[in-house]
């Protein structure tokens, strides 16, 4: 089993940033690529960012495009996600996940094969 726990989350104001990490034990981390979701009150969880097995290919939804960056760390077994200049509308659960393959991540929160319990960041106006 592959344990994951984020990190991170908090209050900021609009403009400001977080930097979100996600822990991961158990199974090889090089064995997964790694994502981010989120989940705002009464909508659907969805995409925010995915990485490869390899760190190589970076995937991103288009709303968040040019503001997060996701990276991982093999040596700490851990994934980040650098969020800047954020918005109010960030404002989410904010979740980690593993799968063997980025495209399963790219696709959707559907099908991951491990998940975190959720970090909650709030972006005030």
């Known amino acids: 089993q592959v344990q994951l726990v984020e990190s991170g989350g908090g209050f900021v104001q609009a403009g400001g940033s977080l930097r979100l990490s996600c822990a991961a034990s158990?199974?090889?981390?090089?064995?997964?690529?790694m994502g981010w979701f989120r989940q705002a009150p009464g909508k659907e969880r969805e995409f925010v960012a995915g990485i490869s097995r390899s760190g190589g290919g970076t995937y991103y939804a288009d709303d968040v495009k040019g503001r997060f960056t996701i990276s991982r760390d093999y040596a700490a077994n851990t994934v980040y996600l650098q969020m800047d200049n954020l918005k109010p509308e960030d404002t989410a659960v904010y979740y980690c996940?593993?799968?063997?393959?980025?495209?399963?991540?790219?696709?959707?929160?559907?099908?991951?094969?491990?998940w975190g319990k959720g970090t909650l960041v709030t972006v005030s106006s």
């Open positions: 996940a593993a799968d063997p393959k980025v495209g399963t991540i790219v696709s959707g929160p559907r099908g991951m094969d491990y």
């Open positions: 158990g199974r090889t981390f090089s064995s997964y690529a």
